[in-house]
């Protein structure tokens, strides 16, 4: 079977990005390419406003897939949520398909947010807080979303198979101590609508826009059914070697920001280090079987995640001390 860049490779990246942003009503020469992966993303310009145009194979993400991205997004632009909307076509349509030869491609549009994305290199505490209120106010909006029956979407245990799956039965004993330990942990864990939900599950530094007043959260294309605790953890990944007197701040800011619209208890926040060891196990998973898709800069990444997370074997740090540890 091809890959995902196979099945993208046919199309004409100039062209198609101007025939299908036209569709938005594109101005004309503001089309311009971004990025080139599973989704090919285009930036551009209608009626004074900058747009993401998304276009992937319908081969990769079928309509149902991308329906159930889209229209979840739609129902948190519509509730409240500071995240990149979604924009009809000029048509009224959430999505459209356009066509490549035999191929058949699928689009859809968001406004941009504008600013930067969060620093990862100087973070400060009032980036944290109104990333922490964008959060909030995404979980709320989600706790109204009832989906049409024929979109589906991946649950935690989905991704917890997939993580099991995909460890080697040669990796080191430490990796599968973890998976063991934390299985159990999980099945413990209630699925209530107060506290599971639909989630983002990868809100990284990446897909949060800082503007100076507020975050606006992006990229929504695989929704999982998780704890909206692993949505909370998440952020903090790329923030798990600052010193504690760096990191407490930014925690208590985003906690705080979060908790300003909507609860989230100390029972929880005491889970956040086993999520933060749930998903390090995913990233484990994730970068071993995509790694071949990527230059040798990615398989340098995956060796330093090897050992980040365990491979070499290397235990997960536990949680411990007075301040909060997640890696």
């Known amino acids: ?18 025939e299908i942003a036209a569709l938005w009503d594109a101005g004309p020469g503001s089309v311009q390419l971004v990025n080139d992966r599973i989704n090919i993303v285009y930036r551009f310009e209608a009626g004074g406003r900058g747009m993401f145009l ?10 149902v897939e991308q329906r159930a991205a889209a229209e979840y997004l ?19 349509n959430l999505i459209e398909e356009y066509r490549w030869g035999d191929d058949v491609f699928l689009a859809w549009v968001t406004d941009e947010a504008v600013g930067r994305a969060i620093s990862l290199e100087s973070p400060f505490v009032a980036e944290f807080s109104a990333w922490g209120i ?13 989906p049409s029956p024929e979109l589906t979407y991946l649950t935690w245990n989905d991704l917890w198979q997939q993580t099991h799956a995909g460890m080697d039965p040669e990796d080191s004993e430490p990796v599968w101590d973890e998976y063991e330990h934390l299985t159990p942990w999980l099945a413990s864990l209630l699925e209530t609508p107060d506290v599971y939900g639909l989630t983002h599950t990868d809100i990284r530094t990446e897909n949060a826009m800082w503007d100076g007043e507020r975050v606006r959260i992006i990229d929504f294309d695989e929704p999982v059914y998780h704890w909206y605790a692993s949505d909370v953890m998440r952020p903090f990944l790329e923030f798990a070697q600052l010193p504690a007197d760096e990191f407490d701040p930014l925690f208590d800011a985003f906690l705080a920001g979060y908790r300003e619209v909507r609860e989230f208890s100390d029972r929880w926040v005491d889970e956040i280090p086993r999520f933060a060891r749930m998903k390090n196990l995913g990233f484990y ?7 071949s898709n990527e230059g040798d800069w990615y398989v340098e990444w995956l060796e330093g995640i090897r050992v980040r997370f365990g491979a070499q074997g290397l235990r997960l740090e536990q949680p411990s001390g007075d301040h909060l540890e997640i890696v």
Do not use: F, I
């Not at 998304?54 to 309509?63: D, E, L, Q, W």
């Not at 964008?134 to 009832?146: N, P, Q, W």
């Open 134 to 146: 964008a959060l909030g106010k995404m979980h709320r909006a989600t706790e109204s979303y009832r």
């Open 74 to 92: 739609q129902h948190l632009a519509s509730n409240g949520a500071d995240v990149c909307a979604p924009v009809l076509s000029r048509d009224g």
């Open 1 to 18: 079977m091809n890959s995902w860049s196979d099945r993208n490779s046919s199309l004409d990246r100039e062209r198609s990005g101007r």
């Open 54 to 63: 998304k276009v992937c194979a319908a081969a990769n993400r079928s309509m």
């Open 285 to 291: 998973w994730w970068t071993s079987v995509n790694s």
